[in-house]
């Protein structure tokens, strides 16, 4: 069904569900053994006015349900910051600048400070690695593929999406660790003259690991968005391009990539979203220390989400109370990412439908 | 041969046949295999790595040698198109490549222990030393906490697309809308944190004589602020591509916007709704995060979900990889292999279903 549907497409369209279902209880509703109840508005009679009627009950549940959303985001915040509290005033450090984590002992001593540090650069590695790697291949999809293989492969990309994070987690602990490990003693030898790849092991349960298993795991959310946006390229656009005897990269450079940088700008940022938040598979494939170092290929790293599923375990009521709070500034960040995101999509009204 | 002539003579034209000079494929792969020969020289004379480096050194070579042949023989901008089409051919090729060794890996490693006694027992007195133990009790617990999170989940989030669609309007509407597209990235630990402080540590002593309580419905609690937004957004699409004529076709029949909505509506946009629902079900089953906070996480088979810790399939398989025993590995791949299995039934069936139907797009 193309943008604006002709009245004829639509009566064609859902035709046959209406036959189907709804004629036969029209015709019912004409027929005159049903007049002994008065009909719903036909006949010429409005209606009667009713203090309670099914219309208003049932406005009211559909209003209630849409409210729940707002009601839930809500309660989030003030339930996590009523357990919260209590733990950061019991707190003996600075919560925002420490960096260790001991919230159950007697004089509870935590800090945010290398999680945080620890969540955003696992996540901004997982975007570089991957966001080059989903446009090309959205662009493949949408301008380079053949129909017949772009259908298919679009969708094991979309399965990609499906697959839990337990499963990448337990992929990259088990099977991505050995090459990551020789990689970076490889990276190591050679170019530990950058401060990223120096130090002297041990390697492989790194930053450099979860990164990458969170690049496979945002790979997919990208990529389908932006193929979207790509997709929507006029093709009038592309055609004047062509016409003016650009190459395909040149009509992609200069009618795709600029139409669909704000889906592409959103895109990322859900990624962002996604990567900021995910816990299991970086609590199976980071090294949990607490510090703050841009060695990305020594075992260590850590995220806010990795350590509330690695240390609730052993949490008594303030370390539940830290890693509330934790779960707090965590919540705080991925509502700021995706609410940048969703107002660049709602700016440019067209891709709302793509952002899934 | 000018060019009008071409035309006549029923070509189609396209960038590729306009221009007269054409790379023909053998230079093409002589480029990569001269490229994959200096790779492998460089690497293995100075012994700097193995084939993985002779194959990225080879891929860039190939790119360099690209640009300098195709610049001579088609020009510096054709060549750069080629360049940007071999790299994005690269990309696929490098996606695809993690997906295989994840299936893979799977199926290798979850082969060992498909047997009836992983489907049929618990872990339950299963010690170290056992090399038995099955996942009854976890995959009981996905199917409750699931089942349960469905259940509430699906009439809350169909009502609330039915009022974003045909009742909302004005600032209301667009804030709730607004707000279920940012819930869909609220990170699943903080909903597991969030029904850990509301559910478990405030409501639940309640009824359990002040001590706070684990259980798969507090799992099931999670998993729906975790549906909700999926289904809402998923409904809402379809709803919104019924068309306009049947809902004013029952108004000038006089049926009540309620009835139009219930029997005319929602059976057009059924099949839609349920492949978002199934997509919902099948990202919420293979969630682990909240259940890990929230359902305790029991050894032995536990039909109730309102008493006593629960398993799930995919905390299951988080707490057999961090397991000691060396049969536990074995353990966690058989139940990814059955959590993905189910997963991706679900979101087959799901997108299979939404090609037949006639609304989707």
């Keep these: 069904m193309g943008e604006h549907p002709s009245r004829s497409e639509n009566a064609s369209a859902g035709g046959r569900g209406v036959t189907r279902r709804h004629s036969p209880a029209a015709g019912t509703g004409v027929s005159p053994g049903s007049y002994d109840e008065p009909p719903f508005g036909g006949g010429g009679a409005l209606p009667k006015k009713a203090r309670f009627s099914m219309e208003s009950g049932f406005r009211g549940l559909s209003v209630a349900a849409g409210a729940m959303v707002l009601v839930i985001i809500v309660a989030i915040a003030v339930f996590l910051i009523s357990k919260a509290l209590p733990a950061i005033n019991a707190d003996t450090e600075n919560f925002l600048t420490f960096k260790q984590w001991f919230p159950n002992e007697t004089s509870p001593k935590f800090g945010i400070a290398a999680l945080a540090f620890g969540t955003v650069l696992t996540s901004v590695i997982a975007l570089i690695v991957a966001v080059p790697i989903a446009l090309g291949i959205a662009l493949f999809l949408s301008h380079y593929a053949p129909k017949r293989l772009a259908t298919p492969l679009g969708f094991i990309i979309d399965l990609l999406a499906a697959v839990p994070s337990v499963v990448f987690g337990l992929w990259g602990r088990d099977v991505l660790m050995e090459p990551v490990r020789n990689f970076s003693a490889w990276l190591n030898e050679y170019f530990n003259w950058i401060p990223l790849f120096g130090g002297d092991g041990p390697f492989g349960r790194s930053i450099l690991l979860g990164s990458l298993v969170l690049a496979i795991m945002v790979l997919p959310i990208v990529t389908s968005l932006s193929r979207e946006v790509f997709q929507q390229t006029p093709g009038m656009n592309e055609e004047a391009a062509l016409a003016l005897g650009a190459t395909k990269w040149e009509m992609i450079r200069t009618a795709v990539l600029p139409y669909g940088k704000p889906g592409v700008v959103a895109a990322v940022m859900l990624g962002l979203g996604r990567a900021l938040g995910e816990t299991i598979a970086l609590a199976l494939t980071l090294g949990v220390v607490f510090t703050i170092s841009f060695n990305i290929i020594e075992n260590g790293g850590n995220s806010i989400a990795a350590n509330i599923a690695n240390s609730f375990g052993e949490a008594n009521a303030t370390g539940r109370g830290a890693l509330i709070a934790s779960g707090l500034v965590l919540f705080a960040i991925t509502l700021v990412v995706n609410m940048a995101a969703r107002a660049i999509i709602y700016r440019r009204r067209e891709f709302r439908d793509s952002a899934a | ?361």
């Design chain 2, 1 to 361: 041969m000018s060019l009008l002539e071409r035309e006549s003579a029923g070509v189609v034209m396209t960038p590729d046949n306009i221009r007269t000079k054409h790379m023909p494929l053998l230079v093409n792969l002589g480029i990569a295999l001269a490229a994959l020969a200096v790779a492998a020289a460089v690497v293995f004379g100075a012994s700097i790595g193995n084939w993985v480096l002779v194959v990225a050194l080879g891929v860039v070579f190939y790119l360099v040698g690209l640009q300098i042949v195709a610049g001579r023989i088609e020009g510096r901008r054709a060549a750069r198109d080629r360049m940007w089409k071999t790299l994005i051919y690269a990309a696929c090729v490098l996606a695809i490549l993690p997906l295989a060794s994840v299936v893979w890996t799977l199926v290798s490693k979850g082969a060992s222990r498909l047997d009836g006694d992983f489907f049929g027992s618990s872990m339950n007195n299963i010690g170290a030393r056992d090399p038995d133990g099955g996942a009854y009790h976890a995959i009981i617990g996905t199917l409750e906490q699931v089942g349960i999170a469905t259940l509430i989940a699906v009439p809350l989030g169909v009502l609330g697309a039915i009022y974003l669609v045909e009742y909302g309007r004005g600032k209301f509407a667009t804030t709730v809308r607004f707000f279920v597209d940012v819930m869909t990235g609220i990170p699943s630990i903080v909903a597991g944190l969030f029904i850990l402080s509301f559910w478990v540590l405030i409501v639940s002593p309640w009824f359990n004589n002040g001590t706070p309580r684990f259980s798969g419905f507090a799992a099931s609690l999670a998993l729906t602020v975790l549906m909700l937004p999926t289904i809402v957004r998923s409904t809402e699409e379809m709803l919104r591509l019924v068309p306009g004529p049947l809902r004013e076709g029952a108004y000038a029949l006089g049926v009540p916007q309620w009835k139009t909505i219930l029997k005319v509506v929602l059976p057009t946009a059924l099949p839609g709704i349920v492949t978002g629902v199934m997509l919902a079900v099948a990202r919420a089953a293979g969630e682990t995060a909240p259940v890990l906070l929230v359902a305790g996480g029991a050894a032995s088979i536990n039909f109730d979900p309102f008493a006593g810790g629960q398993q799930s399939l995919s905390l299951f398989v988080y707490q057999q990889a961090g397991d000691a025993s060396r049969y536990a590995p074995a353990r966690a791949w058989t139940a990814a292999l059955t959590l993905v299995a189910i997963v991706l039934v679900l979101t087959i069936a799901a997108k299979l279903l939404a090609r037949r139907t006639s609304l989707s797009k």
